[in-house]
């Protein structure tokens, strides 16, 4: 049988033993909010976030190979029916020096298949925090956790209209946050791009698409102009929740990992308010968005550099 476990590598200078005590510091990679030894043989750990919660056993603990037991999860991000996809799972860390003196570390979750529900979201994710944070993490001696999830931006409106007429206005990502987006909006598993002069650019897949209830972006890619670490909203997740409530209808907004700490939190903050409470509420209401204006196409470095579509 074909083997459909999520796996990702990534190759770096440092040692096996450094690589090995970097897997090990979970908290400085994945998450502060773990509870329990992480760097011992047969300890269990619990990792906690908004939606996940899931109890690690480590089997496995040498310089070469460690592997974590997935004994009991709840994830209810996909709702009750698919909260427990992890149980039974392991994950898996391979570390091995290569013929150029370099170290790599080979990463699978064993038994996560395209076949889960969570899975597009889980391998995005996974592939963030390892060929992102904690590959930085061994490098630099500091990771990217974005875990926080209670500092995570919210906002919330009611209308008059329709779950089926506020679903299909957040789709049309053009008629609200701007005209400059390249790739589909509205499809499950696609990908679209978006950019702001050279001030902001980034890569959305679209992971979740239910009609009329939820809409889930996932940030694969991102770069900006104005902060230190241009990368800051990359592996985060952008989640539109409709919920009917009496004759009216309800659009909470979270963007998920867009925490306090980072240095673009108060412009993003800003720019998503006016977008959400401005511009996609009045199209929702009116038929009439407010996005940014159209600026002419993308150059070819842009088109090679993120890996569109020539035209």
Not at 106 to 134: A, K
Not at 173 to 194: C, M, N, P, Q
Request: charged share 25%.
């Amino acid at each position: 049988m074909k083997n459909q476990s999520f796996t990702t590598t990534i190759q770096v200078d440092q040692s096996q033993q450094e690589v090995f005590n970097a897997i090990n510091n979970v908290r400085g990679w994945w998450s502060n909010n773990i509870e329990g030894r992480t760097d011992q043989a047969n300890s269990e750990f619990i990792y906690r976030d908004k939606y996940l919660t899931a109890k690690m056993k480590i089997t496995q603990f040498s310089p070469e190979k460690i592997v974590w037991d997935v004994v009991e999860t709840h994830n209810t991000f996909f709702g009750e029916k698919y909260e427990k996809e992890w149980d039974g799972t392991k994950i898996i860390f391979d570390i091995n020096k290569t013929a150029g003196n370099k170290t790599e570390l080979r990463f699978t979750h064993q038994g996560l298949v395209p076949q889960f529900e969570c899975f597009t979201v889980c391998s995005n994710s996974w592939d963030y925090f390892i060929t992102t944070s904690l590959k930085s993490l061994i490098e630099t001696g500091k990771g990217k956790d974005i875990s926080k999830d209670e500092d995570s931006f919210t906002t919330s409106f009611i209308v008059e209209q329709s779950p089926e007429k506020v679903f299909n206005s957040i789709n049309d990502v053009r008629g609200w946050w701007s005209e400059e987006i390249e790739g589909k909006t509205d499809v499950l598993h696609a990908d679209f791009f978006y950019h702001y002069k050279d001030v902001h650019l980034c890569k959305m897949q679209i992971v979740e698409l239910i009609p009329n209830k939820k809409v889930v972006w996932f940030v694969k890619d991102n770069e900006f102009n104005f902060v230190k670490d241009k990368t800051e909203w990359k592996g985060t997740k952008i989640v539109f929740e409709i919920e009917k409530i009496g004759d009216k209808t309800q659009l909470a907004f979270t963007h998920h990992g867009l925490v306090k700490e980072y240095e673009c939190y108060n412009v993003c903050e800003d720019a998503w308010t006016n977008y959400i409470q401005g511009s996609l509420k009045n199209l929702i209401i009116t038929g009439k968005g407010n996005p940014n204006a159209k600026e002419g196409g993308l150059n070819a470095e842009l088109i090679k550099k993120w890996g569109l579509p020539e035209k």
